[in-house]
């Protein structure tokens, strides 16, 4: 399968761990992106990097969460002190951005959060 | 206010029905608009980019109004295997330099086609 992966696929943890999620992207692309999804609503994003550097942050990324992607190739991302409403479908894309035009993120199969 | 708003349905169709989804956008310096269909406890996937002048792939036609930020899909003879989540998605210029980043998802329009 030359798509993008994510492990592990299913994460229950109780409230005040740690965890750490890792997406494969597809060959080659040099952009990855994290989303977050809750039942009912749309991704929203969390942060992308472009190769290894981290281009841009959401808001919504707490200190509490930090990702990295050392080598432009997998990425990371660990939510220290897991709290309830870290619950959530994490999703990982990744695109091969070219020039100035759009690029097409494709989407892994994401890691289901849960936190008791 | 949401970057992208939609209509969460849920859309019931009768097999061979046409049906219309719509949403709208805030930000009139947004760049690039999709759609994606994303299945039951699935990953999005991409149905199709929108272009200004409209384009249409098989059963798949989507319209883009800049002056009105508005985009829509229609759906013609539906199918049951078109039942999924729809959903809008508009591409800003936010990265850094001119280059495009972020997503912008809308809820998502839930449909579901009965035989």
């Known amino acids: 399968d030359t798509g993008v992966s994510q492990d592990p696929r299913h994460k229950i943890t109780k409230r005040g761990q740690n965890v750490t999620f890792r997406c494969d992207p597809i060959s080659e692309h040099n952009r990855l992106y994290w989303y977050r999804q809750t039942l009912g609503q749309g991704p929203e994003f969390l942060t992308y990097f472009q190769n290894e550097a981290q281009l841009e942050k959401s808001r919504l990324l707490s200190d509490r969460f930090s990702a990295e992607r050392p080598k432009g190739s997998f990425s990371t991302l660990e939510i220290q002190r897991t709290e309830q409403g870290d619950s959530a479908m994490y999703l990982c894309?990744?695109?091969?951005?070219?020039?100035?035009?759009?690029?097409?993120?494709?989407f892994g199969p994401g890691t289901r959060l849960t936190v008791l | 206010r949401k970057e992208v708003e939609q209509d969460p349905g849920p859309f019931n169709v009768p097999e061979g029905a046409t049906v219309a989804f719509n949403c709208t956008y805030s930000n009139s310096a947004s760049q690039s608009f999709f759609w994606y269909r994303q299945d039951c406890r699935k990953e999005p996937k991409l149905l199709m980019s929108v272009y200004s002048s409209g384009n249409e792939d098989g059963r798949f036609t989507a319209q883009l109004n800049r002056a009105s930020q508005y985009i829509s899909l229609l759906i013609r003879d539906s199918k049951l295997s078109d039942s999924a989540t729809y959903l809008c998605?508009?591409?800003?210029?936010?990265?850094?330099?001119?280059?495009?980043?972020?997503?912008?998802f809308g809820r998502g329009t839930q449909l579901t086609v009965w035989p």
């Open positions: 998605v508009v591409n800003d210029r936010l990265g850094r330099g001119s280059t495009l980043g972020r997503l912008y």
């Open positions: 894309a990744s695109s091969l951005k070219r020039g100035g035009g759009s690029d097409t993120q494709y």
